[in-house]
């Protein structure tokens, strides 16, 4: 017969299949058995891979089958349909040639105890009933169409054509020819098939418990992480930061907790939400520079040098600095009083601390406080917050990378405070001697030792600043530059700065000392040099395009040029009115930007004696006003005014520029000096300006900010000025070129201010008693 070998595929008897004929050689013998009665007899060979089987390739045991239907698809390739007819065992080969066919060999079912196969059956049943309920993968009209048949054989022949998924489970009930050991070897597969599926199931069980209680993915780890233990493996990575962290010089504290934390993260399983945060806190620690310190260089000679070449003028403040690393060189520590800076916006400030850095070798840092409101930002945020990281004192330091640098905090007095905490207070701690050599960060939550940095801090103002902040700090101020001193800075700093930033050689632009010195009078009014940076920019701009166009020609830099490149003078020394006026005075003031002065209005109506105050004045110059007016009429008969001139007559005192404003404890003299000329008709006069507060007793108490008041009634072309007595002392402060060009003149009370500010002193009425 025929025999046609099948890849991955056993044919039963009375079973239906289909299958693809696609091997010349089985397409001969499909077609020789057409002519046939059209019977054929296929089986499975051993290896898929074989391409012409030959005998021993082949199971012995197959099924002759009927070919039912032949169907030619594309790519010469045929759909047989054949139907099973009974077992039969291959003996011989007797032609391979154009086909293979071979010599059959058929075997007769034996006679069997029929009480032995209804007693297979029924266990058959059972085991396959409960297959079939453990497998989800038997459809429901194969187990129907099972119940009808009822020959054993068949029974059994059909369940494993339909049931049993592997070849050789097929082949192994397919040799049987008996249909007890048919039965018998069907049942031990079942079984064997039942047992791995209540195995999975129980697995599954237990998976699905495991799940339910966190997720699929801790489930499979912790088994990965099981198995990694049972293999002895280890986290190299875990590992390799445990080597790092050793080395680290941490105290016994600290490293007590770094370590546990090392070891939370090596029984941590993969996965686990917590390891970044405990990764980062780790490497956190290995970023910082532990152990890591600057020589510091203590050559006083060299710090001189340094800031001389940096800074001009400023000279009581080089000096202290200069104290400060004398007595830092003899005790051989750093833990001295902070130092503060406080003086207007671009006196340097800043560039002192630098200097300061480099004078010691030191690294530099610097810490901007305007406007931190958080307390976070100072102590960090505490590690069970999402996204906590260091305060910007400890990133700070690793930012310098080491533990003595020169630290910078810039406008402490701009700190605020709100529902996040009071950043200043956080401060009191970084800044105290004290206790910085264990400050504790709440995010790293170890000691960390701030006591080798050196502090530094600017401010505008120290009046903003919290006292128990302001105590722990010492006070350098730092004022305004005289007109001089800005024409050195700029020849000396800002116009070669300028000239290298726009790309300008020295031997194209040249800017003469009288030119800067233009610029600074018509074109800047400030206490430091940031607006006079500026105007020297623009110049440079200017002359860059003409040197860009002419490269030939050398810029000179004249009054025509400053003209031509800045435009109109923005001002002069003419702004205050220096002519004598009634109820005008010229005041000084000082602000967060150096000295002003300030002109008081006063003008006198028919009232009913209210005082009216307009300029945006705060809460110190009003009640400035109103004592001033209390004075006045105490000793109204005294100066030749009215007794009962506040019945009919209305004051208002005016400030010029409305929408700037303006408060402080040194206009009582000026409101006094321009209400009295208001009243009495007596000019004030116009090249006289003061500063002072005012009693009710008429004192004339002393005030702040004296050099900045005094550059800013030069700066005006004021030729006297009136200071309280009590002020003589910060005379030395002034520059003699400053004094050399105004007249002071100390005051103790009232009168004397007004006998010097007014043209002449008022006649007292007849009522009044000169008993003083």
């Not at 044919?11 to 693809?20: G, I, S």
């Amino acid at each position: 017969m025929p025999v046609v070998p099948l890849r991955g595929i056993a044919v039963f008897p009375y079973m239906v299949l289909n299958f693809d004929v696609g091997r010349e050689r089985s397409k001969n013998a499909l077609e020789r058995s057409m002519v046939n009665n059209q019977l054929l007899f296929v089986t499975a060979q051993k290896d898929l891979e074989v391409d012409n089987p030959t005998l021993d390739d082949l199971y012995d045991v197959g099924t002759v089958v009927r070919v039912k239907q032949i169907l030619v698809l594309p790519g010469d390739t045929v759909r047989v349909l054949v139907e099973g007819v009974n077992r039969a065992r291959i003996v011989d080969v007797t032609s391979e040639d154009a086909y293979m066919e071979g010599v059959l060999e058929e075997q007769l079912e034996p006679e069997e105890n029929p009480d032995t196969l209804e007693a297979y059956m029924r266990v058959l049943a059972k085991a396959f009933e409960k297959y079939a309920r453990l497998s989800c993968k038997i459809p429901s009209d194969t187990v129907s169409s099972l119940e009808s048949v009822t020959d054993p054989g068949q029974l059994a022949d059909t369940i494993a054509a339909n049931v049993l998924m592997k070849l050789e489970d097929k082949q192994a009930v397919l040799s049987c020819f008996s249909a007890v050991e048919r039965l018998e070897r069907l049942l031990a597969i079942l079984k064997r098939e039942t047992d791995v599926m209540e195995l999975e199931r129980r697995v599954g069980i237990r998976v699905k418990k495991q799940m339910d209680r966190s997720q699929r993915e801790y489930y499979l780890r912790e088994q990965m992480k099981a198995i990694q233990k049972e293999l002895g493996e280890r986290d190299n990575d875990t590992e390799e930061l445990r080597e790092k962290l050793e080395k680290v010089p941490l105290d016994e504290e600290s490293r007590t907790k770094v370590m546990k934390e090392l070891d939370r993260l090596a029984h941590m399983p993969p996965g686990t939400p917590e390891i970044p945060v405990i990764r980062t806190y780790l490497e956190w620690i290995l970023e910082l520079p532990y152990g890591v310190y600057t020589k510091d260089n203590m050559n006083l000679k060299n710090a001189r040098r340094i800031l001389d070449e940096d800074h001009y003028g400023l000279e009581k403040v080089k000096e202290r600095i200069i104290e400060y690393l004398a007595v830092c060189r003899l005790t051989e520590n750093l833990n001295g009083p902070i130092l503060c800076f406080v003086g207007p916006p671009g006196v340097g400030k800043t560039s002192i601390a630098k200097s300061i850095a480099r004078a010691l070798d030191r690294k530099f840092v610097r810490m901007s406080l305007g406007g931190v409101r958080d307390e976070a930002e100072i102590r960090g945020h505490r590690r069970t917050y999402i996204g906590a990281i260091p305060g910007r004192i400890v990133s700070s330091i690793r930012q310098a990378g080491s533990m003595n640098p020169v630290f910078l905090f810039d406008e402490i007095d701009k700190m605020a405070s709100d529902f996040r905490g009071d950043p200043a207070s956080a401060m009191l701690e970084v800044l105290d001697p004290e206790q910085n050599a264990t400050f504790r960060d709440h995010y790293m939550d170890i000691p960390f030792d701030l006591s080798k940095v050196l502090f530094v801090t600017t401010a505008n103002s120290a009046d903003t600043i919290p006292r128990p902040l302001l105590d722990r700090m010492e006070l350098i101020e730092l004022g305004g530059y005289t007109e001089d001193e800005k024409v050195e800075i700029a020849a000396r700093h800002l116009v070669p700065k300028e000239e290298e930033r726009h790309g300008i050689g020295p031997d194209s632009l040249a800017v003469p000392k009288p030119a800067i010195r233009r610029i600074i009078e018509d074109y800047t009014r400030e206490a430091g040099v940031r607006s006079l940076e500026r105007q020297i920019a623009a110049v440079c701009r200017k002359a860059a395009v003409e040197i860009v166009e002419n490269p030939e020609e050398k810029i000179r830099v004249n009054q025509g040029k400053i003209r031509e490149y800045l435009g109109v003078p923005r001002f002069s020394k003419d702004d205050l009115d220096k002519k004598d006026g009634v109820g005008i005075a010229n005041g000084l003031a000082w602000t967060s930007v150096g000295g002003v002065t300030l002109l008081v209005e006063v003008t006198r109506m028919k009232g009913s004696g209210k005082l009216v105050l307009t300029g945006k004045l705060g809460d110190v110059m009003q009640e400035s006003a109103r004592a001033g007016m209390s004075l006045i009429r105490s000793r109204a008969l005294r100066w030749g005014i009215d007794e009962d001139f506040h019945e009919h007559t209305d004051l208002h005192i005016h400030v010029p520029e409305g929408a700037t404003p303006k408060d402080g404890p040194s206009a009582g003299i000026t409101m006094v000096t321009a209400m009295v000329s208001a009243l009495t008709g007596i000019a004030v006069k116009g090249s006289v300006a003061m500063t002072g507060e005012i009693t009710l007793q008429g004192r004339v108490l002393p005030i702040g900010g004296l050099k900045e008041k005094m550059l800013a009634a030069v700066r005006a072309g004021i030729t006297e000025i009136l200071i309280p007595w009590e002020n003589q002392k910060d005379l030395e402060e002034i520059p003699e070129n400053v004094k050399d060009k105004i007249k002071i003149v100390p005051v103790k009370d009232i009168e004397s201010v007004l006998r010097h500010a007014l043209v002449r002193m008022p006649k007292p009425r007849k009522e009044e008693e000169h008993g003083d």
